[in-house]
């Protein structure tokens, strides 16, 4: 369970979302934010959960086997490390215009994202070294790695105000290394799983 949270919680990258969800909540009235911010969490806790439990059926469903998922989720965690190592390299929310956010851009696609979806997805198809076990180990380990993600956003501006900037920068590069790591490890094992699967002869 520890593993799995510790993992989901290294991919959603909360220290590097502080400053999107900044510069996206600071068009909404102070009174308000820390207000929208909970909100948008409980929305992305539901989409985490949705397909925790609905993905081994989409899966199903598309024909879609566990290595290749897995080889899927490798690669999107690697495409999403990338910015944390090259600042060159910035997701831009620029483009949206709505002065109140809903869904959409906090709790997906930036707090549930592509990577973090297709971790929990794993984790209820029991497709990677760490997914196999019970639905409420799954669950808890979701819920672990959305408190402590939530509580860092919820904690941004003291966080970044005790790091400064070059601390948050310092310590989301060390967060994209890590990340790095475990999207080839997720490589491997999925593309062990596909040749083991392999019909022999």
Same mark, same amino acid.
């Given at each position: 369970?520890?593993?799995?949270?510790? +993992?989901?919680?290294?991919?959603?990258?909360?220290?590097?979302?502080?400053?999107?969800?900044?510069?996206?909540?600071?068009?909404?009235?102070?009174?308000?934010?820390?207000?929208? +911010?909970?909100?948008?969490?409980?929305? /992305?806790?539901?989409?985490?959960?949705?397909? +925790?439990?609905?993905?081994?059926?989409?899966?199903?469903?598309?024909?879609? !086997?566990?290595?290749?998922?897995?080889?899927?989720? /490798?690669?999107?965690?690697?495409?999403?490390?990338?910015?944390?190592?090259?600042?060159?390299?910035?997701? !831009?929310?620029?483009?949206?215009?709505? !002065?109140?956010?809903?869904?959409?851009? =906090?709790?997906?696609?930036?707090?549930? %994202?592509?990577?973090?979806? /297709?971790?929990?997805?794993?984790?209820?198809?029991?497709?990677?070294?760490? *997914?196999? *076990?019970?639905?409420?180990?799954?669950?808890?380990? #979701?819920?672990? /790695?959305?408190?402590?993600?939530?509580? #860092?956003?919820?904690?941004?501006?003291?966080?970044? %105000?005790? =790091?400064?900037?070059? %601390?948050?920068?310092?310590?989301?590069?060390?967060?994209?290394?890590?990340?790095?790591?475990?999207?080839?490890?997720?490589? =491997?094992?999925?593309?062990?799983?596909?040749?083991?699967?392999?019909?022999? %002869?």
């Amino acid at each position: 369970m520890i593993s799995n949270a510790v +993992l989901l919680f290294f991919i959603i990258d909360p220290i590097g979302l502080i400053p999107l969800f900044a510069s996206i909540l600071s068009r909404v009235e102070k009174e308000r934010r820390t207000k929208v +911010l909970v909100r948008e969490l409980v929305f /992305a806790l539901l989409a985490l959960i949705t397909f +925790l439990f609905l993905g081994r059926y989409v899966l199903e469903l598309l024909h879609i !086997s566990q290595s290749a998922l897995t080889i899927a989720g /490798a690669m999107i965690l690697m495409l999403l490390s990338l910015p944390m190592i090259f600042p060159s390299i910035k997701l !831009s929310m620029e483009s949206e215009e709505m !002065s109140e956010p809903f869904i959409v851009p =906090l709790a997906v696609p930036l707090f549930a %994202g592509p990577s973090a979806l /297709a971790m929990v997805m794993l984790m209820g198809s029991g497709g990677s070294e760490n *997914g196999v *076990g019970s639905p409420e180990t799954w669950l808890g380990s #979701v819920c672990i /790695a959305w408190a402590g993600a939530a509580g #860092v956003l919820l904690l941004g501006e003291r966080l970044a %105000g005790r =790091l400064g900037q070059r %601390g948050l920068v310092a310590l989301e590069r060390v967060m994209g290394m890590l990340m790095v790591a475990i999207s080839v490890q997720m490589f =491997l094992s999925g593309l062990t799983d596909y040749i083991t699967s392999l019909p022999k %002869g």
